[in-house]
């Protein structure tokens, strides 16, 4: 197959994550929202919150190209509840086997590229990680803010885990780690979070 040929193959097959689902609920009718719509609102976010990024330079394209793609993998290992200890047992394991049957689709320059992007929002050890990861998180937070604790009602999830998940915010965005208190503490006062 052609390099077009390939590069279209991988665009459609992508297509699929609009029908990944994950347990977090949209701001306006509470439909479950899908990876596609996830992962657009963060790359909107990432453009949005660069200032608030500690670290001087940041590359931005590089972290939009990560939250483009960092849940790619769910179209065959599925959304694993960030909550859910028994599904994140083989989480890591399901994603790799996914990444690589789906970067393999494209071209072999393109799919090492996408390679190193999955791998370096994974390891979290880069600035622009360190911030992909943030707005990955912030993300969800907020939609649960603004629906009453929706899917921090499940089982398992309370004040310190939900702390526990945003610590990297801390890290790569001191301002807004300020707001994160701000919005767990409001809504454990208003009965969203289990203290």
Not at 136 to 142: A, N, V
């Amino acid at each position: 197959m052609d390099r077009l040929g390939q590069q279209i193959r991988f665009i459609v097959e992508i297509d699929k994550l609009k029908q990944v689902f994950r347990q977090s609920a949209l701001i306006g009718d509470r439909r479950k929202e899908n990876d596609a719509e996830h992962s657009w609102h963060l790359a909107a976010m990432a453009m949005l919150l660069t200032e608030y990024v500690k670290e001087e330079g940041v590359n931005l394209l590089r972290v939009i190209k990560m939250l483009l793609i960092h849940d790619l993998v769910e179209i065959d290992a599925g959304d694993t509840f960030a909550y859910d200890e028994k599904g994140n047992e083989d989480k890591e394991e399901r994603e790799m086997q996914a990444a690589e049957r789906i970067f393999s689709l494209l071209p072999s320059d393109q799919a090492d590229e996408v390679w190193r992007l999955w791998r370096e929002f994974e390891e979290k050890e880069t600035p622009e990680a360190r911030y992909a990861a943030s707005i990955d998180r912030l993300q969800p937070l907020l939609l649960n803010y603004h629906t009453e604790g929706y899917t921090w009602k499940m089982p398992g999830v309370n004040r310190e885990k939900v702390y526990e998940r945003m610590a990297v915010i801390k890290e790569s965005m001191p301002r807004v780690w300020e707001a994160v208190e701000e919005i767990i503490e409001d809504s454990v006062k208003k009965g969203y979070l289990k203290g």
